[in-house]
């Protein structure tokens, strides 16, 4: 059981995997058009301000947060396309349908039920609950909507493409087949979701006066849960109120109440006030978001195996550069959530942490998520009216923290971490043989040499392949010739049941494009 439960779990990690392989160029792209539109950056570098300029640097950003903002659509076409075990391409165009269903089913429900929020002038749907994905309105699921219509769809796919009919009903055999089914699970998971998740939304916002009334415990939980609820999109629910209604304080400005966070502190930092209010901590979610993040990516490139360490440093400085300079630190979260919870659950409690001692140290700095509009409106507000300087000197102390914790936690519980993937004993050697440099091969003996290695075409039920490592599954485990693969440019071999894991490193894209061509024509 436990190697069954293991075993769906490592097909898990390895389909949430595919879709993120992407955004490390998306992330250093999105650092190219915060750069380039930085007023900061622009004035000092006045060849920046020129429009064209400016247009391929709004281009440049604007397209990599349509990729953020519709995370979810990449999730439920990426994983049906990694889970399925052949016609993957199909697999990845009925996920696409499937969510264009469930989320056409969504929005008739809300319509038919009344229930369709109206949009506000400045939030738009922001703290309703739904929100427009596709330009379909909906019940808001966020990324975790895709993420389970993706594992349906991978899962119905796998059992049923390979069905087959008779005569008229042909035409309904293998991908149509898998379509019907999942045309009728889309749209129960719509009503479902249209049902569920409202309430767990309620629950969320019941949370807020409990937040609002419990001092320094209550910021503490209010970036907890923040950063806890970002995979399920419920993290609106968490920070809208305080940030734009009246729960998050009410200022009088002569005879006009401004209410919400955010307002307050764009007023109070127009005004000659000693300190900004209370209500600033309700805009620290930024914080983490600034400091935290560059600890993470520290831990998991000082934990990453030596093979692995140049390719994680290449893909996440510049995720940390972007959470950094654009707040944006999806790429990062769900790099780590689903393989390593416990890491995620500890990252959401430091979140808080820092918040409340903000608060408990007197620090009213604007902690906005943007490293430089945030040094700029602190040194402009001064040192007595936001004791910016402490907020920096906890900014390095969350980053120390979250990079020994992480690092600790990593090493001892043997974590998969991005740069982990597999066992330690796959690095650089076979079960612990010492390494040896292959005779070269040219592509057809290397390609045969796996196949033939892993017990020929009749003993290889699947091949996948993640970032670094060729991923296998065998009918009968005891038929690998490891002496056979080690012939071709494997840096190590992992053994896992009938799962087994070889190492090539960045190029494993192309082997496993070898090897399926060669599968076919056996």
Known sequence: MKQKIMGVLESFAKAMVQPLMYLSCAGMLMVLGVLITNPTISAALPFLQWGPIQLIGQLIYNGVMVIINNLAVVFVIGIPAAL?????????????????????TSNLLLVSTGTLAAESGFLGLIGTGQAKILGIQCVDMGVFGGIILGCLTGFVFNRTYTKRFKGSLQIYSGANYSFLWMFFVSM????????????????????SQIIKDSGEFGLFLYGFLD?????????????????????????????????GAYAIVMTEAKMPVERFSDSIYYMATGFTKMFGYIGIVGSFIYTAYP????????????LGITACLAAITEPIDFMFVFVAP??????????????????IL???????GNLIASLLMNISAGVSKTHWPVMFLLGIAQALLYFVLFSFLIKKLHLHTPGREGEPNAVGAVEGQAAFKPVPLDKQ??????????????????????????????????????????????KGIVKKGNDIQ??????????????????KQL
């Open 188 to 207: 129960i998971f719509g009503a479902v979701s249209n049902i569920v998740w409202p309430m767990v939304q309620a629950g969320i916002s019941a949370l």
């Open 502 to 519: 070889i190492v090539y490193g960045l190029h494993v894209a192309d082997i496993r494009r070898n090897v399926d061509t060669q599968l």
């Open 445 to 490: 003996e290397q390609t045969m040499n796996i196949i033939n290695g892993l017990g020929g075409k009749a003993n290889i039920n699947s091949v996948e392949n993640c970032i670094t490592r060729l991923r296998v599954n065998l009918a009968d485990p005891s038929l690998l010739d490891e002496e056979l693969i080690q012939k071709t440019d494997c």
């Open 362 to 368: 007197d620090v009213t700095a604007f902690c906005g």
């Open 307 to 318: 093979e692995n360490r140049k390719r994680v440093t290449a893909t996440l400085v510049p």
């Open 227 to 259: 950063r806890l609820l970002l995979p399920t999109g419920l993290h609106h629910l968490v920070y809208t109120p305080f940030q734009f209604s009246d729960l998050g304080g009410v200022l009088q400005v002569g005879d006009k109440a401004v209410a």
């Open 342 to 359: 416990l890491l995620y659950f500890l990252h959401a409690c430091i979140a808080g942490l820092f918040i409340a001692l903000l608060k």
């Open 84 to 104: 399925a075990k052949g016609d993957k391409h199909r697999a990845a165009l009925i996920g696409f349908m499937s969510y264009i269903i469930y989320l056409t």
